[in-house]
C-alpha cells in the first residue's frame, strides 16, 4: 500500500473517530456543544475598564466548565488570548506599552492592591485589568514566565462569597471562578466611581455561568440514573 495513500486513509479514520467523540456540533462563540450552548444566557455589560482574558492552553480544553470564554463574551470591552508565556505577544505588550493605558494584574499579593480598602488614581487613563483564566498552579507559572506581566502592578480584593461553581472543587473555599471574580472587580469599580453599571446587569452577569453549572449537573444525574437503571435490568 503506498504511504501516501495509507496516510490519507489513517487520517479519515482519525477524524471520523474524533467525530464520534465529539459528537455534536459546536459552538465557536462560546465553545461548547450546540446542544448545551450557553450564548442565549449571556447578556454584555458595557464597561470603561478594559479586561484581557490570559487562558491557559489546559483551559482552552475545558469546554464543560471553562468560564474565562463566557466572562469575554459578557464583556465587549474584552479580548482574549491563549497561551502560557505572554512576553513576546504583541497584543499585550502593545496595551502595556500604550501611555494612554493604566494596566493591572488580577493577582493577589502582598503590594497588591485591594480594591475593597485602596482605590485606583486613573489620572484620565484607561483602566486595563489583566485576568488570569487557568489553574492556581498553572497562573504562578505563567505569571513567572511572562516577563511582561511580572512587571505590572496588581490588584486584588477580599470577599466573603461562596462559588457556585458546583460542578468543580475549588483549591480553597475561597477561591472563585474567573467570571465570578470579575464579577467582584466589577462591582468595586462601580463602588469606586470608575464603572456605571445597573444593578440589574449585576444580577444578570452570572446567568450564563448558573446555567452551565445547572446544564452539568443535569447531566451528571441523569448519567447516574441511567447506570442505576442499566443495573436493573442486568439484575432482573
Known amino acids: 500500500m503506498p504511504q501516501a ?10 477524524e471520523k473517530l474524533n467525530k464520534i467523540i465529539e459528537g455534536r456540533e459546536k459552538c465557536y462563540r462560546c465553545y461548547r456543544p450546540i446542544t448545551s450552548c450557553m450564548c442565549r444566557y449571556v447578556k454584555p455589560i458595557a464597561t ?53 493605558n493604566l494596566c493591572y494584574v488580577l493577582y493577589p499579593g502582598k503590594k497588591s492592591i485591594n480594591l475593597n480598602t485602596q482605590t485606583i488614581d486613573a489620572q484620565g487613563k484607561r483602566i486595563v485589568i489583566f485576568i488570569i483564566d487557568s489553574t492556581w498552579a498553572c497562573s504562578v507559572k505563567m505569571l513567572r514566565v511572562s516577563r511582561n506581566l511580572q512587571k505590572l502592578p496588581k490588584v486584588s480584593f477580599t470577599h466573603s462569597k461562596t462559588s457556585q461553581f458546583l460542578i468543580k472543587e475549588q483549591p480553597e473555599a475561597y477561591c472563585l471562578s474567573t467570571i465570578e471574580s470579575t464579577l467582584s472587580v466589577l ?17 444578570a452577569f452570572l446567568n450564563p455561568f448558573k446555567s452551565m453549572v445547572e446544564y452539568q449537573i443535569g447531566c451528571a444525574l441523569r448519567s447516574e440514573e441511567s447506570v442505576r437503571f442499566k443495573k436493573r435490568r442486568e439484575e432482573g
Open 48 to 100: 470603561q475598564t478594559k479586561f484581557v482574558i490570559l487562558m491557559h492552553p489546559k483551559e482552552f480544553k475545558k469546554t464543560k466548565n471553562g468560564t474565562g470564554r463566557l466572562t469575554h463574551l459578557s464583556l465587549p470591552n474584552s479580548e482574549l488570548y491563549i497561551d502560557d508565556d505572554f512576553s513576546e505577544h504583541r497584543a499585550i505588550n502593545a496595551l502595556i506599552e500604550n501611555s494612554d
Open 187 to 203: 462591582e468595586l469599580l462601580h463602588l469606586q466611581g470608575l464603572e456605571a453599571i445597573e444593578k440589574g446587569a449585576f444580577d
Open 5 to 14: 495513500f495509507r496516510y490519507n486513509c489513517e487520517k479519515k479514520v482519525t
